[in-house]
């Protein structure tokens, strides 16, 4: 007899570590990749990411960052330092919230739901009406 | 507050809760446990990450550190509730406490370190009396 958790897909909860240094385009994409069934870290700045790296009871199998950073390392340099502490991580650069809505879309195809739980155009719209708020009320 | 008919009928809607604290694991611990109790939570380093979301969404409960990037720039964070973002419950999750004068500007005080289950219990026992609002929010 089948019930309802039978007909559910096993799901081996994965974590992507999101590193973006704008809260209005990290936030709406950790949401994202939330509603479709990850468990996702959120740093905004390589300080903090390199502090979740460093800690190894911290599951994290793929990151997700931005490739301009404050600070003297970028995008590049810290996927080079991500991969020497831990190898075989998967790592994914973005260099727009274009992109990142895209790289999120793409993880929600290939993740432990496999499915897209609204369509990824949803999030940059709202994160392009976000951008704009905040510019219009002179915030930074 | 009286709920409607209409209203009992709705799945309570998820509390949003706004964290802002700088220490990323003491944040990403916290945060874990509020998400594991249903809330929505957004969650920001600093005063101006803070004040970028309430600024452009709004939110049900803040709860910030006093000291982050700035010393005392939790006090911003606390004021600006205050004054632009009414009936919204503000926590205070701090090591120290802020001046006796500006104390009043807080609902609750939880002392580092704090269990992150006390602040859900509080934040359950404040809105087991008080109806929620529409969620017109993304996602």
Sequence with gaps: ?140 | LINTAAEADMPPRRLKVLFAEDEVLLRLMVTDVLRQNDFQVLEVRDAAEAMSILRTMPVDVVITDLHMQVAGDGMEVARHVRAHCPGVALLLASATTPPITEQSLFDAFFVKPYQPEDIVAWIARRYATTSRREDSSFA
Excluded at chain 1, 6 to 34: C, F, G, H, N, W
Excluded at chain 1, 108 to 116: F, N
Aim: aromatic share 4%.
């Design chain 1, 1 to 140: 007899m089948n019930t309802p958790a039978d007909k559910s897909k096993p799901v081996a909860v994965e974590t992507v570590l999101l590193l973006d240094s704008d809260v209005l385009i990290r936030m709406p994409i950790a949401q994202y990749l939330r509603d479709c069934g990850y468990r996702v870290l959120e740093a905004a700045n390589v300080n903090e990411a390199m502090t979740i790296l460093q800690k190894p009871d911290i599951q994290v199998d793929v990151v997700l960052s931005d490739v301009e950073m404050p600070g003297s390392m970028n995008g590049f340099g810290f996927a080079q330092w991500a991969r020497s502490v831990r190898p075989g991580l998967q790592i994914v650069l973005s260099g727009t919230p274009q992109r990142t809505a895209d790289a999120a879309a793409e993880l929600c195809e290939h993740g432990p739901l496999l499915m897209k739980p609204y369509d990824h155009k949803i999030v940059l719209e709202h994160i392009k009406r976000l951008l704009a708020a905040r510019a219009r009320q002179g915030g930074s």
